[in-house]
């Protein structure tokens, strides 16, 4: 069973900086998708970032690109998320999540809609 844990989320002022942490274990394929998820309340679930551990590769939602960045150690036990230039529009919960055989495009865009495992989210508050 995939577990995943996060920790770094807080509150920051507008163009401040935060790190998130998603810790992953349990896989037993090699293929798979690890992202993040954010949820404010009355919107809709955005993927903000995913990263693939096949080859690597990564995604940003058109609201963070150039923002925010993913990564990973190797193996991708802890995947990353470090937010600059905050805004207040980035609050929201964050929420770290896991699907086999996704890439981090297909990931990201299925907003939400995967069969996979999710960590319990942590918050972030931006203030103007």
């Known amino acids: 069973e995939v577990q995943l844990v996060e920790s770094g989320g807080g509150l920051v002022q507008a163009g401040g900086s935060l790190r998130l942490s998603c810790a992953a274990s349990g896989f037993t394929f090699d293929d798979y998708a690890i992202g993040w998820f954010r949820q404010a309340p009355g919107k809709e679930r955005e993927g903000v970032s995913c990263?693939?551990?096949?080859?690597?590769?990564?995604y940003y939602a058109d609201s963070v690109k150039g923002r925010f960045t993913i990564s990973s150690d190797n193996p991708m036990n802890t995947v990353y998320l470090q937010m600059n230039s905050l805004k207040p529009e980035d609050t929201a919960v964050y929420h770290c999540a896991a699907a086999y055989y996704l890439n981090a495009q297909m990931l990201c865009e299925s907003e939400g809609d995967f069969f996979g495992s999710w960590g319990q989210g942590t918050q972030v508050t931006v203030s103007s």
């Open positions: 990263i693939s551990s096949s080859d690597g590769s990564t």
